[in-house]
């Protein structure tokens, strides 16, 4: 909910895993969120992140690599890396 400035009021925002777009819920004790810093063309860190959530269940599966991996090369590409 937006009070009337615009900013976000709610005490729980539940988070999105970036593979299966399913909902992160408050119980779900074995997801993760990492953040991925950028670089520049000479390896050295620019100040900007990408942020990935990865819920309990694609972990459990041992997915998490391979949908980190595959969800950072799409990204990568859209930002020219």
């Known amino acids: 909910m937006l009070n009337h400035e ?3 009021v709610d005490l729980y925002v539940p988070r999105k895993c ?3 777009s399913s909902l992160i819920t408050a119980k779900d004790h074995a997801s993760v969120q990492i953040n991925v810093g950028h670089l520049d063309e000479n390896g050295v860190y620019t100040g900007q992140q990408t942020t990935y959530a990865l819920c309990g269940f694609v972990r459990s ?3 998490a ?3 980190l991996d595959t969800l ?3 990204n990568k590409a859209e930002l020219n890396q």
Do not use: T
Request: charged fraction near 35%; proline fraction near 0%.
């Open 72 to 74: 950072w090369q799409k």
């Open 65 to 67: 690599d391979s949908a």
């Open 6 to 8: 615009g900013k976000v």
């Open 18 to 20: 970036s593979w299966s």
């Open 61 to 63: 599966k041992g997915e």
